[in-house]
């Protein structure tokens, strides 16, 4: 049952499809005696099983749950399941099958004929039909193939009218198969040329000569029915060569080939890289007695959810037809009836399936997805599964079935996927709309949520029509510092180019920002004031609407509302916090605290993102770069003088015009905290992000600083770097004028003696970015150390710091021995040992990152998704080493990827004391830093990394 309509597949299938057919047959007729004590048909029915639910791997999840409802009493049609190790060998030995295997199935369908007292082939009595459908170990809904009513021919199809008194059922059962079987197994379908499926092509013309108008298939008669199934026999002849095979047995071997064929298929393999499946799994094939819902009004098929997938409610949710078999309600020929529906309408079924449903629950602990047939008014299953479900329904299923018992608290935290729980704090779309509107182009997901608003090109006119009360979106090519106040008027940032780590999606994440990036398709025109998607042109003004957890851009306005998460979390809106969904993320959050070992800090520049990210439960700031408090207002004019400078002189005195800024700024951090611990990095500004670049902006800095203005053009081509990522930046900008790092030093010391003064207390951890010699963090140390006994003498207080550094460079790494002699923690900044160890920009990967996927050369985006196989074993050296000198080093990660569930998961592993991220990915870390734990204690623990992690804890 439940097959969707399926798109074209490629021409290859058809031979491959048949080769397999053919395959089938010779390897039985051979019957070798390899692999003869193997067993590779499991069977079910009438209360017994050879498998249960246990068994995915081998029987694949369809299978095993067959097995496993018949175990527990349940209606379920007998059958029979071929393994998936059939799958491996099929794929291993040039599409062909053990030779054992024929002689299995037919003792499989021997059992089914001695349950069902049916017998296949049967040209007399009821003929046994068989259904034959994919069942991988993960559920791959409408990947691969299935077949219905198997066992068909001129012969049984007269007797099945006969037996069951109905020619009109039966002849529409042998229509369907020809038309399934045809599609499916002999690949009869639809040609570049053609703009229908050629079976249907057939079906609207019969019905146009027969009827004159359109009719719906259930009303075609028995004749009707005859003409169709006597026109597909033609068509196949014509499109084959070959007439329909009247053989039940020639069918059964077809199915099951094709069904282990669609393996491959091109929708399975683009499945499969999206959802992590290997394809060294295989599916396994079900065969299972047809039960029909096609018989008259006392019959009928559905599919259902034990609970509602979309939010959570306890109540049966799903879709019925009266008169129907399973592809009906999902194939959107007719259109199904609410499954309530069926109380009224098949009553004493409706009944048993809700004690089904109950029986389920209980069985399986989890919320169930259903397909079921009635036949003459009883009710039998044909799958069960766990029910895939949005965020929302994770979290309310999680809470309610701890409540009801089902569940253990552990087993709910594990129940909420943590890279979809950004879902929940993110405004959304509402989903009709979204339906309804015009997808324009794809980038990257950079910051989740729904945003909609007028486009501007550039920031001063965002910020000028948000001034207006405008909604504004902000679309750029890319973008840089001088966007940001455009990027905070913004409902949401679009750019044409960048990645996930690209400025915008690192500071749009950071603000909570709805983010697409690398939207390659549109073409922004500055002068023009357009950003063109195809056809499409989008004047300043127009609206257009981003979903920054797929990465969709829409073209038009959609209606967005925010989550009660945020509104209860961060406004303190009683309203929301009284909300069911408030509460059940707070009480997730809670068990979290309780199973975690790794702590969650955050990056954090300024004191609203630190309230957000404590509200949100994070432990302490874990990066603040420094360089981006100059990104506000007029500072990033001190700034960039600074970066100028020609002289020691002329820098002290830009330096001394920031000293106040960062001192203000680092006291409202270190009050925000209220004594939580503060990771500080010193000036770390690619040279390229900070220089002004336009005419325009260099005009102005110069008229501010009295300067003309070719020095400043001349001073910005003097600082041009052809590679600025991998240039004058970190330390090295300090090892070259120490008197930055003084600046920078005495700022937080100072701002910690006034804390210290006014009883606040404050834990600062000055950082030093980009080292990769031991040399260069022992200069800094030393300049660090000294300033802040100079402060302490000065202010008269004493208070504690620690001193560290980034570990971002593979240098770096491969020296931590050296380094660790110098730090008290290592914070290990994966956004450049990324970039350094795969050599690979984090601003440029859009042109390439697509194929690399596509060729299963990154599983992920490697700036998205940590690159443990190198980028962690550089870590793990670093570790080692780092401890090797200094046994209790506090180790932390800092780089995006401490807010990707995976990432957390392996620095649990390795044993860290923190991961740090953005504010709002704070959940999502502390989720997966708790599901670490849970599943690391209830499976093999490995030992070394829970040694280190025992003690980093203790000193965490
Ligand atoms: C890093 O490189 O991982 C890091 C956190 O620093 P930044 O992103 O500021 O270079
Ligand atoms: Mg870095």
């Known amino acids: 049952m439940a097959t969707k309509k399926k798109a074209a597949k490629p021409a290859a299938k058809k031979s491959a499809t048949k080769a397999a057919k ?179 092509a057939v079906i609207e013309k019969y019905k146009h000569e027969a009827y004159g108008s359109d009719i719906v298939d259930s009303d075609l008669t028995a004749e009707d029915n005859k003409e ?43 499945y499969r890289r999206k959802y992590g499946i290997p394809a060294a799994w295989g599916t396994a094939v079900n065969v299972q007695a047809m039960v029909f819902g096609n018989t008259g009004p006392n019959s009928g098929s559905g ?62 602990r989890d919320v169930q997805d259903v397909e079921f047939t009635i036949q003459d008014g009883k009710l039998y299953m044909l799958q069960t599964r766990n029910g895939k479900r949005t965020a929302a329904a994770a979290l309310k299923f999680a809470a309610d079935m701890v409540k009801e018992k089902l569940i253990s608290w552990e087993t709910a935290v594990m129940r909420n996927p943590a890279d979809q729980l950004d879902q929940l704090l ?59 106040r455009g990027m905070i008027a913004a409902e949401g940032i679009l750019t044409a180019r960048g990645g996930v780590s690209s400025h915008a999606a690192l500071v749009a994440r950071q603000m909570g920002k709805v983010c697409v990036c690398g939207a390659s398709a549109i073409e922004v025109d500055y002068d023009k004031k357009t950003v063109t998607a195809g056809d499409q042109v989008f004047k300043e003004g127009d609206f257009l609407s981003i979903d920054g957890t797929a990465g969709t851009v829409y073209g038009g306005e959609l209606a967005t509302e925010p989550s009660e998460i945020i509104t209860g979390l961060i406004n303190n809106k009683k309203a929301s916090q009284k909300t069911e969904k408030f509460q059940n993320f707070v009480q997730l959050m809670e068990w979290c605290s309780k199973a975690t070992r790794l702590g969650v800090r955050t990056n954090a520049d300024t004191p609203e993102q630190v309230k957000n990210a404590v509200a ?15 990104f506000e207002g007029d500072r990033i004019d001190a700034m960039r003088e600074m970066i100028l400078a020609n002289t020691e002189e002329d820098r002290k005195k830009a330096l001394k015009k920031l000293l106040p800024h960062q001192r203000k700024d680092f006291f409202g951090i270190f009050k925000a905290l209220e004594g939580k611990p503060a990771t500080i990095r010193l000036l770390d500004p690619p040279l390229h992000e900070f220089l002004p670049n336009t005419e325009e902006s260099q005009a102005d800095l110069a008229e501010k600083m009295g300067v003309p203005v070719e020095e400043i053009s001349h001073r910005v081509h003097e600082l041009h770097e052809q590679n600025p990522m991998l240039g004058h930046r970190g330390c090295r900008l300090a090892i070259s004028y120490p008197e930055i790092a003084e600046m920078q030093a005495q700022a937080i010391f100072e701002a910690a003696a006034q804390c210290v003064k006014k009883g606040i207390p404050v834990k600062p951890e000055v950082m030093v970015p980009l080292v990769g010699y031991a040399r260069e963090l022992e200069l800094q140390v030393n300049i660090i150390h000294r300033v802040a006994a100079e402060v302490k003498a000065d202010k008269g207080v004493e208070f504690d710091y620690l001193v560290g550094t980034m ?70 050296i670093a570790v080692e080493k780092g401890r090797s000198v200094k046994p209790d080093i506090k180790l932390g990660i800092c780089g995006e990827h401490g807010g990707d569930p995976d990432s957390v998961t392996f620095c649990h592993k390795l044993g860290l004391a923190y991961v740090s991220c953005s504010p709002y990915r704070v959940p999502v870390a502390r989720l997966a830093a708790a599901q670490a734990a849970i599943a690391e204690s209830a499976g093999a623990k490995p030992a070394k990394a829970k040694k280190a992690a025992k003690k980093a804890a203790k000193k965490k």
């Not at 219905?148 to 007269?158: E, R």
């Not at 599919?303 to 309600?329: C, I, K, M, S």
């Open 228 to 270: 169709l199934v006597s026109r597909f026999k033609t068509l196949v002849k014509d499109r084959t060569g070959h007439g329909f095979p009247e053989d039940p047995w020639e069918q059964l071997e077809g199915a099951a080939g094709a069904v282990f064929g669609s393996w491959m298929n091109d929708r399975a393999i683009v």
């Open 22 to 200: 053919s395959a089938v047959k010779k390897t039985a007729a051979k019957k070798s005696t390899s692999g003869k004590s193997t067993k590779y048909v499991y069977t079910w029915g009438a209360g017994k099983a050879d498998g249960d639910g246990s068994m995915k791997a081998l029987l694949g999840g369809k299978g095993a749950n067959l097995a496993e409802m018949t175990k527990i009493g349940l209606p379920v049609p007998a059958g029979f399941t071929v393994t998936t190790e059939v799958c491996t060998y099929f794929y291993d030995n040039k599409r062909t099958y053990p030779a054992v295997l024929r002689a299995q199935m037919e003792a499989g369908i021997a059992n089914m004929e001695k349950i069902m007292g049916y017998k296949f082939g049967d040209s007399e009595g009821f003929p046994l039909l068989v259904a034959v459908r994919s069942g991988a170990r993960d559920s791959m809904p409408g990947m691969m193939d299935t077949v219905l009513n198997l066992g068909l021919n001129d012969k049984t199809v007269a007797a099945l009218a006969k037996a069951t008194d109905n020619e009109r059922f039966a002849w529409d059962c042998y229509r369907r198969f020809i038309q399934m079987y045809g599609d499916v197994v002999l690949g009869v379908q639809k040609t570049p040329d053609e703009d229908h499926e050629p079976f249907e």
């Open 426 to 484: 993110a405004p959304v779309f509402d989903i009709n709309e979204a339906k309804k509107a015009t997808v324009i182009a794809k980038g990257l997901p950079a910051g989740p949520g729904a945003a909609s608003g007028k486009i501007y090109l550039n920031a001063d006119r965002a910020v000028a029509a948000a001034e207006k009360g405008e909604k504004v979106l902000l679309v750029r090519v890319e973008t840089s510092p001088e966007d940001l």
């Open 616 to 630: 949100f439960g994070a432990e302490g700031i874990g990066l603040t770069r420094t360089e981006h408090m100059f």
């Open 807 to 876: 570990i971002e460079v593979p240098r770096g790494a491969l020296t931590a021995d050296e380094i660790a002699k110098h730090a008290q923690f290592f914070s290990f900044g994966t956004n450049d040992l990324t970039q350094t160890a795969l050599g690979v920009s984090r601003d440029d990967m859009g042109s390439f990152l697509s194929s690399y996927q596509e060729n299963d050369i990154y599983p992920k985006n490697p700036f998205a998704s940590l690159d443990t196989t190198g980028v962690g074993q550089l870590m793990e």
């Open 303 to 364: 599919v259902a959810f034990t609970r509602n997938p979309a939010n959570g409610e306890n109540v049966l949710y799903g879709e019925f037809l009266v008169n129907a078999q399973g592809e009906d309600v999902v194939a959107g020929v007719r259109t199904p009836d609410e499954v309530s529906g069926m109380a009224e309408a098949l009553p004493a079924a409706f009944k048993e399936l809700m004690k089904v449903r109950a029986i389920l629950e209980k069985h399986f």
